[in-house]
């Protein structure tokens, strides 16, 4: 995970790999939304951007 602050903003980038099968659109957005949740909860920080990257599709 990479992640800048900037005031009270932030913006993160997380890697992930992901079970092949999976809906990567549903995975990412599901990700986005708890990152966000949890950094807000956490930190008091406002997420702008939270960018998800899928690198590796990993086989049953």
Not at 20 to 31: M, Q, S, T, V
Not at 36 to 46: A, C
Request: net charge negative; hydrophobic share 45%.
């Amino acid at each position: 995970m990479i992640a800048g602050v900037s005031g009270i903003s932030t913006a993160l980038r997380i890697t992930v790999a992901a079970s092949y099968g999976l809906d990567l659109n549903e995975l990412a957005e599901r990700i986005r939304q708890a990152v966000t949740d949890r950094v807000r909860e956490l930190t008091g920080l406002r997420p702008v951007e939270v960018s998800v990257v899928i690198d590796d599709v990993l086989e049953e």
